[in-house]
């Protein structure tokens, strides 16, 4: 019994009981890094619609 999980990271290694749900450290920091990079560009960097391309009508 107890299946075996893979990290949801790298999903090639087993969870680590200390990491989980990721398999080292090293696959838990870059989970975070990645939300992190993910929220500061929603945030800090809001899409212009297509349509607002700055026209000067004459
Ligand atoms: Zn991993």
Do not use: K
Not at 10 to 18: G, H, I, Q, S
Not at 37 to 58: H, I, K, M, T
């Amino acid at each position: 019994m107890g299946e075996l999980r893979l990290c949801v990271q790298c999903r090639t290694r087993p969870v680590d009981e200390r990491w989980r749900p990721f398999c080292s450290e090293r696959c838990r920091n870059e989970d975070l890094a990645r939300w992190a990079d993910g929220r500061y560009r929603v945030a800090g960097e809001p899409v212009p619609p297509p349509d607002s391309d700055e026209e000067q009508p004459d």
